[in-house]
């Protein structure tokens, strides 16, 4: 969130602002993207985007006498500064049709759309116009199959939208009809317009007839380009909610319950003319019945492994299209929607200012005082909340102090954020994949985890407090075969990829067990903590000279942490054994050279042969304790360490 700024800087914050809005609007020409960032009218300069959702303003500004309102809800974003609006360019059939029937078209809401398009240029704000719906609202893909239908083709679903090559010509008359559209109050075509940020292909599209997602993947490979075809100017983007699907470098389980929704984010997005992705956020909704903490461990893992994807396989830009907590009595109250606006809009800026790909968002949904009829739980009403108003207007003002900056600068400054090690970098590890069970009946492990602990860079110039900080990072290490392997990742595909684990404690005893690994070599105990165990320069270019590891192998760099610590107890002996040579030979009144350089004898004492015994030096073999008693001690270093080292982590931004 935004802070106070001292009165004294008030007039030149002001006319910064002034200034980078100026830079920002419609105005400064065509939105394009470069990498992972939207840039203004081909001159490099970074643009950001704070929107909000008004699906209406069409069905609106279709009647004159209501115009007003759309007046008063661009006037309300402008003032809050929003510059971004995602709105419906379509409604098929129904009593307030665009399309009444293929083809045929309502000249009145055009009329409607060439409204909005030119007040929102007035104001300064870009929209994203969407085409159609995935859902029966206005229409959408059931009112297409329909009118199939109607024209004597056997049609089982809705889901036939996707691949029937009728109905499919249904939407691309539609896409030309809409794109080449001239409007009647600027007189500039619609493929012209650097008011339209971009084109959406359809809002939310699922597919329940093929839940892999190649349907929908299929359908959008044909569309992206169709588009780009008549309009090559703007961009286009498919929609998506951003649910992982069956493709590669696909997330599945951090999907709601699970479920497949006929979509892939990532491949989808690397269809040829997408050119950035869309995510939408209802964690209240989508784990409808679960606890506050769930909701928000989803949130954060869904915006992070989003943006990650978007960095690492995509390289295009993320918006979160949509976003919103619904407000029910006894469930959900104002203080907790504007709690979650402020979560999301944080991360939204946390990633923005360090260049990251996440570079805006559109809250749903943005009504007009009197709009009643409009509301569904999730609106916001600006001059009737002044709470959500607040942390909107912060959160744009923010946004618009990041706006107009070079953007080989933010990449530069992204790869030094990425190195300069104030958080350790987690990549995944190439190793190979499947697991075996334990042999205490545990469930089969998908992944083998392991913590790293250490001061990485040394000791000096870290706080107690910042040393504490990096034993409590969580590394994944995925097993997976390379490039070239069966069922290996497709050729050009990054070889080490950023990864966050959810916060969890780690049972090294499980994982041990479940890769024939010796735990107690990798335990660490007091006297050797916080030594550094394994190098940070174990990374990505490492391990991929090792090339894969064998099945059940632990990672390398754990490999040599227990080759390391399996040599500690020798060397602390020999350095005792040092000392007390050293102590003995300055006391005049010591035993004899031969006693002192031996080793603790059966002659000696009962109270001495036991002291030694436990300090674990100078006692010969016959005298050293039973591996039962070895066995209790160790329990009791690891007791030790557990005690010391069982933090609980949050994921940290991948940054």
Known sequence: MARPRPGALLAASLLLLFVAAAAAAPGGGLVGVDGTQFVVGGSGKTVYFSGFNAYWLMLVASDPARRGQVVAAFRQAAGHGLNLARTWAFSDGGDAPLQAAPG???????????????????????????????????????????????????????????????????????????????????????????????WELMNEPRCDADPTGAMVQ???????????????????????????????????????????????????????????????????????????AAQLAFFRNWTRSHARDAELYLGKPLLVTEY???????????????????????????????????????????????????????????????????????????????NGQDVEAVR???????????????????????????AAGRPRLTHEEIKFYGDYGGRGGRTQEQRRRRVSSVWRCEREPHEGQAGGRASGSPAGELHRTHARELDLRTWASSAAVDANKLLLTAETWPRRVCSVACRSR???????????????????????????????RRRRESELHRRRAQDPGSPPTAARAGSVGRDAPLA????????????????????AAAAVGERGRRKRFQALFKVQTEWLPAS
Not at 254 to 277: Q, S
Not at 412 to 438: E, H, N
Not at 543 to 565: K, M, V
Not at 608 to 627: F, L
């Open 542 to 572: 490492a391990l991929r000279r090792r090339g894969p590891a064998s099945p059940g192998a632990p990672p390398p760099q754990a490999e040599a942490g227990a080759r390391r610590h399996a040599r500690e107890p020798e060397l602390r």
């Open 104 to 198: 045929v078209y309502d000249e009145a809401m055009f009329r409607g759309l060439d409204f909005v398009i030119a007040e929102a240029r007035r104001h300064g704000i870009y929209l994203l116009l969407c085409l159609t719906n995935n859902f029966h609202d206005f229409g959408g893909k059931r009112q297409y199959v329909a009118w199939a239908r109607e024209a004597g083709h056997h049609l089982a679903t809705a889901d036939d939208f996707f691949n029937s090559t009728v109905v499919k010509g249904y939407y691309k008359d539609h896409v030309k009809t809409v794109l080449t559209r001239v409007n009647t109050v600027t007189s500039v075509a619609y493929r012209d317009d650097p008011t339209i940020l971009g």
């Open 218 to 292: 299929a359908w959008v490979e044909e569309m992206a380009p169709y588009v780009k075809s008549i309009d090559g100017a703007h961009l286009v983007t498919a929609g998506l909610e951003g649910f992982y699907g069956d493709g590669a470098h696909e997330s599945k389980d951090l999907n709601p319950w699970g479920i497949y929704y006929g979509t892939n984010f990532v491949e989808t997005h690397r269809a040829a003319g997408v050119d950035f992705a869309t995510i939408h956020l209802y964690p209240d909704v989508w784990l409808w019945g679960s606890g506050a």
């Open 324 to 402: 919103g907590k619904f407000l029910w009595d006894g469930v959900a109250n104002r203080t907790q929607r504007d709690r979650f606006l402020g979560l999301v809009l944080d991360s939204i800026y946390a990633s923005a200012a360090a260049g990251g790909p996440l570079v805006g968002g559109a809250f749903w949904q943005l009504l007009d005082p009197g709009m009643d009829t409009l509301r569904d739980g999730y609106e916001i009403i600006l001059p009737e909340d002044q709470r959500a108003a607040t942390i909107i207007g912060n959160h744009s003002r923010q946004l618009a102090e990041l």
């Open 608 to 627: 001495t042969r036991r002291t030694s015994a436990r300090r674990g030096w100078g006692v010969p073999p016959a005298a050293r304790p039973s591996s």
């Open 412 to 438: 530069r400054r992204r790869r030094r954020t990425r190195a300069s090690g104030k958080r350790c970098a987690m990549r995944r590890l190439p190793t190979c994949t499947g697991t075996s069970s334990s």
